[in-house]
């Protein structure tokens, strides 16, 4: 069902994301909804790190952030103040706490991830970032890429909805296989939002 506001027009879509570090997909994702009126905006980044580089993207868009608190987090997954945002989508984007039950049940199929390898190989607890790419080259993959995920209560674990592959070869060291994933991540995580969020 289309939703309208008070002035019969229609409703943008509201992002909210969750990132704990450096921030270049919350960027690109940012961008893209920006430069193209597709009727989405980001509306909050969150993050559990104060120092991450993705709250001074935050701030340099003009997009409120927040700073999750352990302890809250875990108590009452911040319900209340997200809830406040009219979130049609929460993306994931280098989250690095688990989320909490609670926060999964009330945003049922509305929490997203995006994992720098083909699950459900290379995931897990404590499976990020170049953890992921020195195991897929420890093993001597052919191939890697990027999985684009439903969150459900188990790392890595919820419903795939995207994948996309990149090719390994005997040159690739840790730097160069990290930059082909991150160059998928660039492209197809922005488009899978869009596509998520056109459905009805
Ligand atoms: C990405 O590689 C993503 O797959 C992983 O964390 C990284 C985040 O990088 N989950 P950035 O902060 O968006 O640059």
């Given at each position: 069902?289309?939703?309208?506001?008070?002035?019969?027009?229609?409703?943008?879509?509201?992002?909210?994301?969750?990132?704990?570090?450096?921030?270049?997909?919350?960027?690109?994702?940012?961008?893209?909804?920006?430069?193209?009126?597709?009727?989405?905006?980001?509306?909050?980044?969150?993050?559990?790190?104060?120092?991450?580089?993705?709250?001074?993207?935050?701030?340099?868009?003009?997009?409120?952030?927040?700073?999750?608190?352990?302890?809250?987090?875990?108590?009452?997954?911040?319900?209340?103040?997200?809830?406040?945002?009219?979130?049609?989508?929460i993306?994931?984007?280098?989250?690095?706490?688990?989320v909490?039950?609670?926060?999964?049940?009330?945003y049922?199929?509305k929490i997203i991830?995006?994992?720098?390898?083909?699950?459900?190989?290379?995931?897990?607890?404590?499976?990020?970032?170049?953890?992921?790419?020195?195991?897929?080259?420890?093993?001597?993959?052919?191939?890697?890429?990027?999985?684009?995920?439903?969150v459900?209560?188990?790392?890595?674990?919820?419903?795939?909805?995207?994948?996309?592959?990149?090719?390994?070869?005997?040159?690739?060291?840790?730097?160069?296989?990290?930059?082909?994933?991150?160059?998928?991540?660039?492209?197809?995580?922005?488009?899978?939002?869009?596509?998520?969020?056109?459905?009805?």
């Amino acid at each position: 069902m289309i939703k309208l506001d008070t002035k019969g027009t229609k409703k943008k879509k509201h992002i909210a994301i969750f990132a704990s570090g450096a921030g270049s997909n919350a960027q690109k994702i940012i961008d893209h909804f920006k430069l193209t009126e597709k009727g989405v905006k980001v509306v909050l980044i969150a993050s559990n790190n104060p120092k991450a580089g993705v709250l001074k993207i935050a701030e340099k868009e003009n997009i409120p952030s927040l700073i999750f608190d352990r302890k809250k987090f875990y108590e009452n997954g911040y319900l209340a103040e997200l809830n406040k945002y009219k979130i049609d989508l929460i993306v994931l984007a280098g989250f690095l706490w688990k989320v909490p039950a609670e926060l999964i049940q009330s945003y049922q199929n509305k929490i997203i991830n995006i994992h720098p390898a083909l699950l459900p190989k290379y995931g897990g607890k404590n499976m990020y970032g170049n953890f992921v790419h020195e195991a897929v080259l420890n093993t001597k993959e052919k191939e890697s890429g990027i999985t684009i995920h439903y969150v459900d209560e188990i790392y890595d674990n919820g419903t795939i909805i995207f994948q996309t592959k990149c090719e390994i070869d005997e040159y690739d060291t840790l730097q160069t296989l990290a930059k082909k994933v991150q160059i998928l991540e660039h492209k197809y995580y922005p488009a899978v939002i869009e596509k998520l969020l056109s459905r009805p």
